[in-house]
């Protein structure tokens, strides 16, 4: 278990309306990533977070923000959600100077 | 472009046999960190081995071993002594940024272990 929950665990929400999605971790480590994971393209990485308030796109970012106020949250937050963001959201954590990363349970989002 | 292919979408084998999934990448990294994750049906990503491209010693985890081919980048994971617990969709991974360590998966390969 490495100390990282995500909030909510599942969500439906209808085409239009903004989304925020938490990730808490209590490790303290720095840096936090966030991916989607949809049939046949394994996980895919959205944004990452390298510290506090600094952040940077990964490959699919368009419709995605992310904010990072302190070390423990890094939150996701789809502006105008449309159902091609129907997906399942994975936060992960990694230590400085470690190259593993680990993940938190996934929160599934349905977009209607 | 930095890619992962993982060729088997689907394998299934007995219990207690050896079953080996693969997967290539690319990369004109010369130094980096290759991995495999597991996601039973409960869906938690788990870190199963890692490998490190500089290290000539293909890594060991228990039951789970990987053979390394730096040359022809292949990055293949053996499991041995097959386990019901072991069915579960498998990923390789790659970190596209060595620094940041964004990582590539692969499509997933989905391993059933049979009674």
């Known amino acids: 278990d490495a100390g990282i929950t995500q909030s909510p665990r599942h969500k439906v929400t209808e085409t239009g309306t903004p989304v925020t999605l938490r990730c808490h971790q209590t490790e303290n480590h720095r840096y936090m990533y966030w991916y989607r994971q949809d049939p046949g393209h394994g996980l895919r990485l959205i944004h990452y977070?390298?510290?506090?308030?600094?952040?940077d796109k990964g490959e699919v970012s368009d419709g995605y923000s992310v904010s990072r106020s302190k070390t423990e949250d890094f939150l996701l937050t789809l502006e105008s959600a449309t159902s091609s963001q129907t997906s399942v959201y994975f936060c992960?954590?990694?230590?400085?100077?470690?190259?593993?990363?680990?993940f938190g349970p996934g929160t599934r989002l349905t977009v209607t | 472009a930095q890619t992962v292919t993982q060729s088997q979408p689907e394998m299934s084998v007995q219990e207690a046999e050896t079953v080996t999934l693969s997967c290539t990448y690319d990369t004109s990294e010369s130094n980096y960190y290759l991995f495999w994750y597991k996601q039973p049906p409960s869906r938690q990503m788990i870190l199963v081995i890692r490998q490190e491209a500089y290290k000539q010693q293909n890594a060991t985890e228990n039951r789970f071993s990987v053979n390394f081919q730096k040359a022809a980048k292949s990055f293949s994971l053996k499991i041995s002594d097959s386990q019901l617990g072991d069915t579960a969709m498998y990923f390789c991974a790659f970190p596209r940024d060595q620094g940041a360590q964004k990582l590539v998966f692969g499509q997933g390969t989905r391993l059933t272990i049979n009674p």
């Open positions: 992960a954590i990694r230590e400085g100077g470690v190259y593993e990363q680990y």
């Open positions: 977070s390298y510290g506090v308030k600094d952040t």
